[in-house]
């Protein structure tokens, strides 16, 4: 198989997204490099999470959405009818606002992608424990977790909730990951190591990241995407973005004269 | 604050708040009292009034409260009348009862949700002899003709009869459960890539699972308790559905329970005789079965709570 275009891993024509009849999105286009960091910025309420919630259709759990357009993902339009969201969200990783790790251990939060994407009888114990040992020496907190692989994950710190977070997705080896201002909940620490731990995984993920946080897009990302009543306003390399906008309305939020 | 009340208002508020602490306490002391009463009626057999043995009493199936030449008082049968009539209406609501909630809790939409949550709360409204009454009718011609027996009051029969009036505790108290688990739990899950069916055995179950029995609970105390509609429904015979010939669980004996027996007996006793006092050890019994399953329902949810 071969990819129309090797260099970008989402492409998106023409998407719109209605919640009932509230149009969300309007007429979205983009792709997404392969392999980088990709920043999605914009005033709060604009569609940012909607837009990343999109590309592994989580959003639909809301039951009341419709859309229009094309996403393709892995040469693949993910919209299509006979897309299978199971194998979609393997390949689409997703963090979440709020740390979530599931009221299980924390072994069994980073397996439990292996667990319900394998029969039973193909998982063996040596290589759950490998997953386990390799997803937490990525994400820097084998050290910290080695002898409590047992406890619940509720109970870590939530920094260490979020990574964990992150951890889970890699035993699956997705091709991207969305990330959904995934340092609100944190400290001024836990964001700082969380961003260090972004940026080392972009080198075998491409991530999208949405953050309201400037700071945080001009330090992580090396494409930035500013978004603004559901459209997308620009989309350029992040210095360019913040050094140099093209659009009026870029460089005002920018500037801080939007919420 | 207090300064600025009038005296009548003073007056006022001091005598309602007497009033409901009144009514607080009366409830306890009617509990108390009750109890005691129930106590009292029943215990001088526990300090061995009459030759009174028992493990006797608890391990003979001979019930002949009422033959002039020997009594005998054992309620080895009506124990197991509860038990098998309860067991098998649990075995038969629970699966049922979570099945619904599931549904309505992470399948349907918001207005079937509502039209179902109606229904429930209508199969809870039921008086329990009506329910008595469709099992000596309705339910006793389908046992017949089904099963082919002569006589369709049976285990079966009150089972099923008590399966659908647990059913709208379990339902609601397991739909409570499961919609008390965090939508972020359910997020996670499907962000993974989990299926619905994944979803629900490997996360919603296992999050909600104090919740689960405590509703699994709480039918049972419910199908243990029950009087009129078992006592319609179940043939009323003294007997054991348990014996050495398979299947070794007869559903379709009648049996009598617990329940059924004080209700249709009391009345025709002396007070203070032996039988009296008999049946009323028997509530002593139920009183221990239901306030043992209640406060372990209890100690569940509110291990749930602090969760
Ligand atoms: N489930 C939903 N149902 C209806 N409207 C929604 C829903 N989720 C978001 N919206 C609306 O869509 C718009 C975009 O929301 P969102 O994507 O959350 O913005 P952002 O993440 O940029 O703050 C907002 O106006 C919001 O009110
Ligand atoms: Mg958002």
Not at chain 2, 35 to 40: E, L
Request: aromatic share 8%; glycine share 8%.
């Amino acid at each position: 198989m071969s990819e129309p275009d090797p260099n970008y891993s989402v492409n998106v024509r023409d998407f719109s997204l209605w919640y009932g009849d509230f149009q969300a999105l309007k007429n979205v286009s983009l792709n997404l490099r392969d392999g980088i960091i990709t920043s999605l910025i914009g005033p709060s309420g604009c569609g940012k999470t909607t837009l990343l919630r999109s590309f592994n259709r989580i959003n639909e759990r809301y039951g009341n959405v419709t859309t229009s357009g094309e996403i393709t993902i892995l040469e693949k339009n993910i919209l299509d009818a006979d897309v299978s969201l199971p194998e979609l969200r393997k390949s689409v990783g997703m963090v979440f606002q709020r740390p979530n790790p599931l009221p299980v251990s924390i072994y069994e939060n980073i397996i439990f992608g292996l667990r319900i994407h394998s029969d039973r009888k193909d998982l063996r114990r040596s290589e759950m424990d490998e997953a386990v040992e390799t997803a937490l020496r990525q994400v820097r907190l084998w050290d910290d977790l080695k002898d409590k692989l047992k406890n619940r994950a509720t109970s870590l710190q939530l920094e260490q909730q979020q990574k964990l977070c992150i951890a889970r997705l890699l035993p699956l080896k997705p091709r991207i990951i969305l990330m959904d201002e995934p340092c609100s909940a944190l400290d001024v620490d836990g964001t700082r190591a969380v961003e260090e731990l972004m940026v080392s995984l972009a080198d075998d993920y491409t991530i999208l990241i949405v953050t309201h946080n400037m700071a945080q897009a001009r330090r992580v990302s090396q494409e930035c995407i500013f978004m603004l009543l559901g459209e997308i306003i620009e989309h350029d390399r992040t210095e360019q973005i913040f050094l140099s906008p093209r659009n009026q309305k870029t460089t005002e939020y920018i500037e801080g004269r939007y919420g | 604050m207090r300064k600025s009340l009038t005296t009548r208002q003073i007056v006022a508020e001091w005598i309602i708040e007497n009033l409901i602490r009144l009514c607080g306490i009366s409830a306890i002391l009617f509990v108390f009292g009750i109890f005691f009463f129930v106590f009292r009626e029943g215990a001088p057999l526990l300090f061995g009034e009459g030759g009174f043995d028992l493990i006797k009493f608890l391990t003979s199936p001979e019930w002949y409260p009422s033959s002039n030449s020997n009594p005998r008082y054992g309620i080895l049968a009506l124990i197991l009348g509860t038990a098998s009539v309860s067991c098998l209406a649990v075995l038969i609501s629970v699966p049922f009862g979570l099945g619904a909630a599931i549904f309505i809790s992470e399948f349907c939409g918001p207005k079937l949700k509502e039209g179902l949550k109606i229904v429930i709360e209508l199969l809870a409204a039921i008086p329990s002899v009506v329910w008595g009454f469709i099992g000596l009718t309705l339910m006793k011609g389908i046992i017949e003709s089904v099963f082919g027996v002569p006589f369709g009051l049976t285990v079966l029969n009150g089972a099923i009869i008590l399966a659908l009036m647990c059913l709208p505790i379990i339902v609601s108290i397991s739909e409570d459960a499961l919609r008390a688990v965090p939508d972020s739990y359910r997020e996670a899950a499907q962000g993974l890539g989990a299926t619905r069916w994944q979803l629900i055995y490997r996360v919603l179950l296992p999050a909600a699972k104090n919740g689960l029995l405590a509703a699994v609970l709480l039918g049972v105390g419910r199908a243990v308790g029950e009087t009129m509609a078992v006592l319609m429904a179940t043939g009323h015979a003294v007997n054991i559905p348990i014996d050495g010939t398979p299947p070794y669980f007869h559903a379709l004996d009648s049996v009598r329970t617990l329940t059924a027996t004080i209700a249709a007996e009391l009345g025709e006793t002396a007070q203070g005789s032996p039988h009296y006092r008999v049946l009323f050890l028997i509530g002593i019994f139920l009183f221990c079965i239901t306030f043992t399953i209640n406060l372990v329902a209890d100690l569940v949810v509110r291990g749930i709570r602090k969760e």
